[in-house]
């Protein structure tokens, strides 16, 4: 604060202020020389007693520097996208499930609703004509679904993350259809369900 009270910085303030006409004489001659050499930057404490500001270091480091993006920034199932391949992308649709009794359905015991968010499941049925169960190659990540035949190709982002490893997957002949069963896996379900 010593730099902000000396006499130099306040005369400058002050003729930075001012709003004289330029014509006045009764200028002092010593303000108006000051004034000349000093600007809005010249404000304020010498550059020279100002600590410099150190650099924020970031919790974010990357362990490979010529690496152009890291791992968590590639979305999941990627590289399945193949633009090039012929195959088409078969009907399917998905369907959120959730376990309902009658002490929900006609007492509202719980606190089920109709929304996303009480769903504990989800039914996703591919329509595969002209396939058997053999040749179906199935691929379930945490949010992405890869489905493979001969004649189809289904790259299908997931709208909430499942438990990759707690579904089920049945083929239905008669229907030429695959039911994929999977179990959603979000962080706030033990809040929600409760």
Request: glycine share 6%; proline share 8%.
């Amino acid at each position: 604060m010593d730099g902000l009270s000396s006499m130099q910085t306040l005369e400058a303030l002050s003729s930075l202020l001012s709003t004289r006409d330029e014509n006045d004489d009764d200028e002092d001659p010593k303000i108006v020389q000051a004034s000349a050499k000093l600007g809005p930057g010249n404000i304020g404490p010498p550059a020279s007693s100002v600590k410099p500001i150190k650099e924020a270091t970031s919790t974010y480091d990357k362990q490979n520097s010529k690496a152009i993006w890291d791992e968590d920034e590639v979305p999941e199932g990627a590289q399945f996208d193949d633009l090039t391949d012929p195959r088409p992308e078969p009907e399917y649709e998905i369907i959120l499930k959730q376990s309902v009794g009658t002490e929900d359905l006609f007492l509202g015991m719980s606190r089920k609703d109709p929304s996303s968010m009480c769903c504990e499941g989800m039914l996703v049925r591919v329509k595969l004509p002209g396939t058997k169960a053999s040749e179906v190659v199935l691929d379930v990540k945490e949010t992405f679904l890869d489905l493979r035949t001969p004649t189809h190709k289904l790259g299908l982002h997931l709208p909430h993350p499942v438990h990759r490893q707690e579904g089920k997957a049945r083929f239905i002949t008669e229907k030429e259809e695959l039911e994929i069963t999977l179990l959603l896996n979000r962080p706030m379900d033990c809040i929600n369900r409760a």
